[in-house]
């Protein structure tokens, strides 16, 4: 007899779909479908997947804060002025400034004058510390072409050497005396450098030996008489007696402190200083500020005062007179006469007027 199925009433279906929807929607949350009682719809064959859901964006990585720009770095402060040196009497040194054509400037300050301790410079002491104002000078002794120029412009009186071959327009002039070199600085608006001055421009602030230092003379140093080689470094002089020599060309050796050349040797020089025996004796006109010695080294005489002085030594004599403290006396008008030369100096004041005139030109006419 053939198994006859089960029959379920309307009910029983009822009640069976609602308990599972009601299963459906405790585990999934709810059920896809038709009305209740009907098996959820297949998807169909043919339609379109619905697009996979993008991901959520990741948040843009902040860009960092635009760097705020740098502050300036503050200027440095300037630095301090020096505070202007001082001479003990209350003078304010003054700064060397743009020398005049020809010349160089030696600045002012407190050098070393004189020695005490050579035998034979006596006329030297006592060694002292003694102060000068900023002055210029002459970087060349004048020559004969320069001399011979003034001459012919009537503003310097006839002089020169007395030797045969000492009158080459570079050489420096020779044999003139001490107020023919005198009007000649002054002709150019200059003057005769202080024996104080020379000094200064010689040996430095620290009173040095020589215009290079302490280093001995040589012929590489300066035009002088050496043993080897005699006066004037072995440059024999034209006609009789050549052995005595001649001086050189200016500037024929490599410059000295400040620029200036022929500080020792080549040729003496004429100072404006009147001469005494020491500066000892010389007394209150030889100390202070920028001293000018007796009668404040100027005019035609001197009371009790008959010598001026020259500085330097020449190519005739050996290193002792080379010296930077080295003071030779003779009187003013060159009689007995010798081969003296000289250069020019100039005050500040002096130096801003030359410095507008045209260089001069020198002509041995």
């Not at 006592?126 to 320069?146: C, G, L, R, S």
């Not at 034209?238 to 050796?253: C, D, F, I, L, Y």
């Not at 005019?299 to 030779?328: F, I, M, Q, T």
């Not at 130096?351 to 260089?359: K, T, V």
Request: with cysteine; hydrophobic share 30%.
């Amino acid at each position: 007899m053939p198994t006859q199925r089960p029959s379920h009433s309307p009910r029983t279906l009822l009640i069976g779909s609602a308990l599972a929807l009601t299963v459906c929607a405790a585990l999934t949350g709810g059920c896809k479908g038709g009305e209740a009682g009907e098996p959820p719809a297949a998807p169909a064959a043919d339609a379109p997947a619905e697009p996979p859901t993008e991901p959520p964006a990741e948040p843009l990585a902040s860009e960092p804060p635009a760097e705020a720009p740098a502050e300036p770095e503050p200027e440095p402060e300037p630095e301090p002025e020096p505070e202007p040196l001082t001479a003990p009497d209350g003078t304010r040194i003054e700064p060397c400034g743009q020398p005049p054509p020809g010349m160089s400037c030696v600045p002012g300050g407190p050098f070393i004058r004189g020695d005490d301790d050579d035998e034979k410079a006596e006329n030297a002491r006592p060694k002292a510390t003694i102060w000068v104002q900023t002055y210029y000078m002459d970087q060349n002794e004048v020559t004969f072409a320069e001399y011979k120029a003034c001459e012919k412009a009537r503003q310097c009186d006839r002089a020169g050497p007395q030797y045969l071959d000492f009158s080459r327009p570079e050489q420096p002039i020779n044999g003139i005396s001490w107020f023919d070199a005198d009007k000649y600085c002054k002709a150019q608006g200059k003057r005769l450098p202080s024996e104080a001055q020379w000094e200064k421009a010689a040996r430095g602030p620290d009173g040095e030996l020589y215009p290079w230092g302490n280093e001995p003379p040589t012929c590489e140093l300066a035009i002088i008489k050496t043993p080897e080689l005699g006066r004037g470094c072995g440059l024999k002089k034209a006609g009789k007696k050549p052995e005595t020599g001649r001086v050189w060309p200016v500037g024929s050796r490599p410059a000295y402190r400040y620029g200036l050349f022929d500080m020792a040797g080549n040729s003496y020089e004429w100072v404006a200083d009147w001469y005494t025996r020491s500066y000892e004796q010389c007394g209150e006109d030889c100390q202070g500020f920028d001293p000018k010695g007796p009668c404040g080294g100027g005019g035609e005489a001197c009371p009790g005062v008959r010598h001026k002085v020259v500085r330097g030594g020449s190519w005739y004599w050996d290193a002792s007179r080379n010296l930077g403290y080295h003071r030779r006396p003779h009187v003013p008008n060159n009689n007995p006469f010798h081969h003296f030369g000289f250069r020019c100096a100039a005050t500040l004041a002096e130096g801003q007027a030359l410095a507008q005139r045209p260089a001069p030109t020198a002509d041995a006419g």
